[in-house]
């Protein structure tokens, strides 16, 4: 079974753009969620999603949004980006037991 | 206080030597605990989990949780170079879907020495 996978990789924005980063599931998970990681703050709960609900929701101011398509597929925006906003921002999926997530390579954001 | 405090380390230990590697916490709803590894420039990997109190053990991996002291910890016995990583403690409540919401530490970052 091929893993959770997140597109782009890497990502170099500028203030005040916004961004969406993707994220696909491990096939046949329904469950995602996303996190923020950062040498500071750590890794970080910002939302999960599952059968396109938003199920439960971090601290995270509302410039951080996201969306669960019908196949499962998750992404997450990030609008008028911040210096701070640079992190490693991971997906996890997972197919019905909360306590076993699979998470993906992450999406390594910087802004300039 | 935050809710989950782990020593980020760094921790080095020659090849073999038996690594302890712990986390506070201080939310008593807490009652799913989670250890991950994380390797440089990777996701984080589920290891154990354990629920409520006790031990669990898997292998060289053994996690134990004691709720009255509000600690848990991760014992990796004859550590090898492969086990260089970050490993990270997570923890999660038990109040139906809120469960996904886990809460982490910082990380510990482990080194073993060939």
């Known amino acids: 079974k091929a893993g959770v996978t997140q597109t782009p990789r890497y990502l170099i924005k500028t203030r005040g753009q916004q961004v969406t980063l993707s994220c696909s599931p491990i096939?046949?998970?329904?469950?995602v969620s996303w996190y923020q990681q950062t040498p500071g703050q750590g890794l970080q709960f910002l939302f999960e999603y599952f059968s396109e609900t938003q199920r439960n929701k971090g601290n995270f101011p509302g410039r951080f949004s996201g969306r669960q398509f019908s196949n499962s597929r998750s992404e997450m925006n990030v609008s008028t980006l911040e210096l701070g906003d640079s992190a490693l921002y991971l997906c996890a999926s997972s197919q019905g037991s909360f306590y076993e997530q699979y998470f993906g390579p992450g999406t390594r954001l910087t802004v300039t | 206080q935050k809710e989950v405090e782990q020593d980020p380390g760094p921790l080095s230990v020659p090849e073999g030597a038996i690594v302890s590697l712990n986390c506070t916490y201080s939310?008593?709803?807490?009652?799913?605990f989670m250890w991950y590894r994380q390797y440089s420039r990777k996701g984080p990997e589920l290891l154990m989990y354990t629920y409520s109190s006790g031990n669990k053990e898997d292998g060289r991996f053994t996690a134990q949780v004691d709720k009255s002291s509000k600690y848990i910890s991760l014992f990796i016995r004859d550590s090898q170079p492969s086990d260089s990583a970050t490993y990270l403690c997570a923890m999660s409540g038990n109040s139906g879907g809120s469960n996904y919401k886990l809460t982490f530490g910082k990380g510990t970052l482990l080194t073993v020495n060939p």
């Open positions: 939310n008593s709803a807490f009652q799913y």
């Open positions: 096939s046949g998970h329904r469950s």
